[in-house]
């Protein structure tokens, strides 16, 4: 072959490189969620914003973006031919998302990390925690009367004022699949900003004098009492709302795991390797859902607004009920209603920011962690109980 012909050739497998790079399918679109992704990644690493769900998110949505790449996910994905190639993340999201596998298994991973106590020792905060639930409806109604959303639109949105970023994904991968990247990200966003959204909000709705009520010390909880919780609630929950059954009954679980004392391995493993393993996979796939095409309308715009107002509203919720309460009780007896913010279901973060603003404000003498756990922990109740309404009303 002579040097010219070779020099032909290596100039056309040059051309052919350049024609299949990524480089020449990028659009403006591309660019933007870059920087989305890298936002995202830089949130968790230097504010430690979320970071187990924001870095995985933040560079799934980098990978989506690739030209060529086929690392998207979507609902919309047709199989067209049998031996055509999947996308590897288009192969998570069929099978962890679709099938709705992943969430409920986060559920089981939580309830093996969570303790009931502070609720069974104070029940009357699960109806705080159901109070703070008040946001969703808000927000849904906001959604569908003033932006014009679908119903099951709406009924997607308004959950992220649960604050529970598996029951956001589990309830808008069946109501609108379409709506996934933008509402997952809404709701890890606003978990992450706790900090920032509930502190002003206690400040204007308690007066000096609430913020100084001391809860009394919380009764005891025998240890029949934590191992019945979780099966009377999987029992009686399930039974009242059906369609929240994989959530619930995942969690009560996952409880029955931590407390029953005799099933150490099991809790261990559902709290520990199984809930990292499903996190990576659940935060890369709903990165993978972020293309830029789906991602950058302005649905997305009114969706953030809207996660605010539903936090806000939850978190106003839990408040003004605990207000009512105390109504109703005795001087002795009453609730410091700032605990009432910890019924959102952002486990443990916002009983340490109730924790961290009621003891500032009455320069640490009051204390009231302990006593914030039980909402708390009532909200991750409430959330998949919300959703489990919106599925029995909406959902296929």
């Not at 309830?111 to 029940?123: E, I, K, M, Q, V």
């Not at 009686?236 to 009954?249: D, E, H, R």
Request: aromatic share 6%; hydrophobic share 55%; with cysteine.
């Amino acid at each position: 072959m002579s040097l010219m012909s070779m020099a032909a050739a290596d100039a056309s497998v040059w051309v052919l490189l350049a024609r299949n790079s990524g480089y020449l399918g990028l659009t403006w679109q591309n660019l933007v969620m870059f920087i989305v992704g890298g936002v995202l990644i830089y949130l968790a690493v230097t504010r430690n914003y979320e970071p187990l769900l924001l870095v995985p998110i933040g560079f799934g949505a980098i990978l989506a973006n690739l030209p060529l790449a086929m690392l998207a996910a979507s609902s919309e994905y047709v199989h067209e031919m049998p031996d055509r190639t999947i996308p590897l993340l288009q192969l998570v999201y069929d099978a962890g998302i679709k099938t709705e596998l992943l969430p409920p298994v986060i559920f089981l991973g939580v309830g093996a990390l969570t303790d009931f106590r502070p609720l069974l020792s104070r029940p009357i905060t699960l109806l705080l925690g159901a109070a703070a639930q008040i946001g969703i409806f808000l927000a849904a109604l906001g959604a569908h009367y003033i932006f014009g959303f679908s119903l099951q639109e709406s009924a997607s949105i308004g959950i992220i004022g649960g604050a529970d970023g598996p029951t956001s994904i589990f309830l808008t991968a069946i109501l609108a699949p379409h709506l996934l990247g933008a509402v997952a990200v809404a709701a890890y966003s606003y978990m992450a900003l706790v900090p920032v959204i509930q502190p002003p909000i206690l400040r204007l709705l308690t007066t000096r004098h609430e913020r100084e009520i001391a809860m009394p010390v919380a009764r005891p909880v025998s240890r029949a009492a934590v191992i019945a919780f979780p099966v009377m609630m999987a029992l009686l929950v399930s039974l009242a709302v059906p369609t929240c059954a994989p959530l619930i009954g995942m969690l009560m679980f996952g409880n029955l795991l931590r407390e029953s004392g005799v099933t150490e391995r099991l809790s261990k493993t559902a709290s520990g390797p199984l809930i990292n393993i499903v996190t990576i996979f659940l935060g890369l796939v709903i990165g993978a859902t972020m293309s830029g095409d789906s991602f950058l309308r302005p649905q997305t715009l009114f969706i953030m607004v809207l996660g605010v107002v539903a936090f806000a509203g939850s978190t106003a919720g839990g408040i003004l009920f605990a207000k009512l309460i105390n109504l109703a009780l005795p001087a002795r007896k009453r609730l410091n209603p700032c605990i009432g913010a910890a019924g959102v279901s952002a486990v443990p973060m916002s009983a340490r920011v109730v924790q961290g603003f009621v003891s500032a404000q009455t320069g640490g003498r009051v204390n009231p962690l302990m006593a914030a756990m039980g909402p708390n922990v009532a909200g991750v109740i409430g959330s998949a109980v919300a959703a489990g309404v919106f599925l029995a009303l909406l959902g296929p």
